[in-house]
């Protein structure tokens, strides 16, 4: 008789023989948290499940009444996960499925050989996907296989390595046009990379901290979310060989130029980039990370409107702040045609720098080159008198946008100094 059912919390293995043993027929919504001591057997004849929402709980994955789901979320299973096709068969059957939740699944529970590469899944009504801590075949699957254009909400915070090595290329594309959807629809987006791992995240907030989704959240609440949020995971360490590093290395540029770059390009909302640097000194990196994978970042996703470098990004910084201070020969990374000389990052309006105090002059000095190139009312003789090579001359002499206000921190990342275009340097 029951047409919504929910398991919460520890109960005895008696208790919940004689719950599930009882008649569901019309059971429609499933919901169990931790609950689970036996996989649950639902009876063949009835009405199909439309929500189910399991946690350290498991069901019998071949059940045909999982069909025509709108509703699938799957956190921590027990005893068993589906496999790869009995999850693709769950989602076949469930043309109308708005939420996709699935979270932390063990390597270990199932098999994830594929027989056969599964074919496209359009989910028209899908507007919510998230998707952390799965098996790389798993994530592999869901970003080969799913098409959905009108999706909302996406949440990917572990791409792992495995993705973006061997044959992740596939995955990558899949993901680009599932984020050309959830993109458009935020004011404010944040592209982070982190030196010492050369991890990426992007995200819709001003922050790196993930919106979670709940095993408990209401699913009208779930679906209005909008935007985005990805991750790259750690692909810089100690202990790893040369041939893996520069595998790691491939994947990140892949990364750029198959998701970062496609989403972003035809833009014009505020996009900022934060270079960060996670141990607290250089000499504790682990690794030494290419400066191209940042630099490459930089010229091939010109969308930036403002660039913030936070403490420790030494002795880049330096580096940065020259790249950005003159045109550049840019070879584009989708095949166009190429190469040619344009400015890095030419809508940058706004740049927020940290630094240690010993390099505190070097980098005022660099400062006020990137003042006299990209501040207001430059002209090109102003430009070509501060230094500009000749063979330049021809090439973009200002950037699109004029350079309006810097902000100077210290390695705390507290307020020093402040620049705008029309009161110029003050200490704050």
């Known amino acids: 008789r029951w047409r919504s059912l929910v398991l919460a919390g520890r109960m005895t293995y008696e208790v919940q023989t004689q719950l599930i043993n009882l008649p569901n027929p019309r059971l429609i919504n499933l919901s169990m948290i931790r609950s689970g001591f036996i996989p649950l057997r639902l009876e063949s ?76 899944l359009l989910l028209l009504s899908l507007t919510t996907l998230a998707a952390e801590d799965l098996p790389p075949p798993v994530l592999h699957m869901l970003l080969s296989c ?29 993901l680009a046009k599932l984020c050309q959807g959830p993109l458009s629809t935020v004011p404010r987006l944040l592209v ?24 408990r959240e209401s699913s009208v609440k779930l679906a209005k979310r909008r935007g985005v949020y990805l991750r790259t995971e750690r692909v810089f360490y100690p202990d790893l060989d040369e041939d893996i590093l520069q595998s790691n290395e491939a994947g990140v540029r892949r990364f750029i130029q198959e998701v970062v770059q496609p989403a972003l390009r035809n833009l014009s909302f505020e996009v900022q980039l934060d270079l960060h640097h996670r141990w607290p000194r250089p000499s504790d990196t682990p690794s030494n990370p290419p400066k ?53 990052m030419p809508l940058m309006e706004t740049l927020t720098i940290a630094y240690n105090k010993e390099n505190d002059l070097t980098i005022f000095r660099c400062l006020e080159v990137l003042i006299s190139k990209r501040g207001p009312h430059i002209h090109p003789e102003l430009a070509m008198g501060l230094g500009q090579p000749r063979e330049r001359e021809a090439g973009p002499s200002h950037p699109p946008r004029s350079l309006k206000h810097i902000v100077m921190q210290d390695k705390n990342e507290q307020n020093t100094q402040e620049w705008d275009s029309e009161q110029g340097w003050r200490p704050c």
């Open 192 to 215: 982070s990379y982190d030196r010492a791992s050369g991890s990426y995240t992007i995200t819709h907030r001003a922050t790196e901290l993930a919106p979670q989704p709940n095993i």
């Open 146 to 174: 799913i098409r959905a254009p009108n999706c909302k909400y996406i949440r990917l915070p572990s791409i792992s390595q495995d993705l973006l090595r061997n044959n992740g290329s596939e995955s990558l594309k899949g």
């Open 292 to 344: 191209s994978l940042i630099t490459e970042l930089l010229l091939n996703v010109p969308v930036f409107t403002h660039l913030r470098i936070r403490a420790y990004f030494d002795p880049i910084t330096i580096d940065v702040l020259r790249l950005i201070s003159t045109p550049q020969l840019v070879q584009k990374m989708d095949g166009e045609a190429g190469p040619e000389l344009s400015w890095p």
């Open 45 to 120: 004849a009835g009405t199909p499940l439309r929500e189910l929402s399991l946690c350290y709980a498991a069901i019998d994955w071949g059940s045909p009444r999982l069909t025509g789901l709108r509703d699938l979320r799957l956190h921590k299973p027990r005893f068993e996960t589906p496999t790869i096709e009995q999850l693709y068969a769950i989602l076949s059957s469930s043309p109308n499925l708005e939420i996709l939740d699935l979270a932390f699944w063990n390597s270990t529970l199932s098999d994830w050989s594929q027989s056969k590469t599964p074919g496209v």
